[in-house]
């Protein structure tokens, strides 16, 4: 005996779902910095150092007088051994233009 069963059918419809993406976004939030600066801390220190000074002292000093008298010329010729001397080099340049 044959027996009759109803078969589903399935049939394929396209339907539209909305599928979540994960986005990253950058959010940047101003966080308060500490920073070391180092600060210049100039002291002034007194010190106590020899000075060099100069005296201006006038002295008066006696200065014995020369007397001068007549006396004699005497030339006398020394020969001296021949100096040979050579002036440095000289270089000149001359440029002509003509027939």
Not at 30 to 52: A, G, L, N
Request: avoid cysteine; hydrophobic fraction near 35%.
């Amino acid at each position: 005996v044959p027996v009759q069963k109803p078969v589903p059918q399935i049939q394929k419809v396209q339907k539209q779902v909305q599928v979540p993406q994960v986005r990253a976004n950058r959010k940047e939030v101003d966080v308060p910095v500490i920073k070391h600066v180092e600060i210049e801390d100039v002291q002034y220190v007194e010190k106590y150092i020899e000075v060099p000074q100069v005296q201006v002292v006038e002295k008066v000093v006696e200065v014995p007088q020369m007397e001068s008298l007549q006396g004699r010329e005497l030339h006398e010729y020394i020969p001296m051994p021949p100096e040979r001397r050579q002036a440095p080099r000289e270089y000149a340049s001359l440029e002509e233009v003509g027939e």
